[in-house]
């Protein structure tokens, strides 16, 4: 049973910093397609980027070169996927959803994923 749970979410300034953690469990998270989602209000769930086995990144042009998707360790064979978003501004306010696939490539950038988190509300004034 996959499951995923956002955390580090918060309000922060224009032009602030902010670090994003999807814990999953019930896999491995290097074995599959992983992504960040985001949904403001009244606006479509959106990809923001996505990472391969390979190591391959995807970004939107909202936020290429401002965020960085990346798998860390925390120890205890677990793995951590991340965003950490720089130069934040009014308009990445949204609530941020992590998602994992059942492929490992080709990560695909609509919402037909079959795992996701509860999401992180990201709040930015």
């Known amino acids: 049973h996959v499951q995923l749970v956002e955390s580090g979410g918060g309000s922060v300034q224009a032009g602030g910093s902010l670090r994003l953690s999807c814990e999953v469990s019930g896999t491995t998270v290097r074995s599959h397609c992983m992504a960040w989602f985001r949904q403001a209000p009244g606006k479509e769930r959106e990809a923001v980027a996505t990472l391969d086995t390979d190591g391959k990144t995807w970004y939107s042009v909202a936020v290429e070169e401002r965020f960085t998707i990346s798998i860390i360790s925390t120890g205890n064979n677990k793995n951590t996927l991340t965003l950490e978003m720089h130069s934040l501004r009014p308009e990445d306010t949204a609530m941020y959803y992590c998602?994992?696939?059942?492929?490992?490539?080709?990560?695909?950038?609509?919402?037909?994923?079959?795992?996701w988190g509860q999401g992180t509300q990201v709040t930015v004034s």
């Open positions: 998602a994992a696939d059942s492929v490992a490539w080709a990560c695909k950038v609509d919402n037909d994923w079959p795992w």
